[in-house]
């Protein structure tokens, strides 16, 4: 739970969600969490094969809000979390998330993609748990999919999307951050043109926490 999430509290109590308190307070506790850093040349273009969807990427609206991540009426721990996280980035101020949407105007998948101009408040809001953006990076952080649109690849063609507006932006590179446990989307982002460049290790004992990066050596 970051610093932003503690705002959610009083309505996870409301909610009787005592054990996801619980879990995140042992995780403040005492916990080693580790990531893999990705990164891709934006030059070589990303070739993807065509979704059953026909589908529009677009800036988040405070309208969208709800339909994604409300979770009055979700019960697994894991689902409520995905949104409290997608809320507390939405209320550091970090700009630029995006929304994917269907012909139908539904809003099924958000992800950041963020430049160096939001590394103060990007360091601020995570503690430095993030490594700072350099000139020439995008960020892609914090991608979020509901349960209704999930294994449709939307995931996918949202990443080919703002790859291509990177570049149009100047970028030559983009990075993005997976938990080292998650093979699955690891497997899936090599597959996408990205290589392991960097491991993180967050480390906590009693409330203190650590932050290190150490660079994977290509070869």
Partial sequence: MTKTEITFVP??????QYSLILDELMHRAISISQFIGFQRDLHTPLEISDINLKLNIRLIQKSDYAKL???SHQTSKREIKYRLVGKSWL??????CYVTETED?????????IGPEENARLSQFTGGGLPLIGDN?????????????????????TVKQLLEKAVTLGAGQAVL????????TQKIVQRLGFVPYLKKTDFRLLFFRKITFKEILKG
């Avoid at 105007?105 to 993609?113: A, E, G, L, S, T």
Wanted: aromatic share 12%.
């Fill in 11 to 16: 309505e996870l109590l409301r909610k009787r």
């Fill in 105 to 113: 105007k539904i809003p099924c998948h958000m992800q950041w993609m």
């Fill in 91 to 96: 209320m550091s101020g970090i700009k630029t």
């Fill in 69 to 71: 991540l409300d979770f």
């Fill in 177 to 184: 951050f997976v938990r080292d446990t998650n093979t699955i």
């Fill in 137 to 157: 990076e995008v960020l892609l952080e914090n991608a979020f999919t509901t349960e209704a649109y999930r294994r449709m690849r939307i995931e996918v063609w």
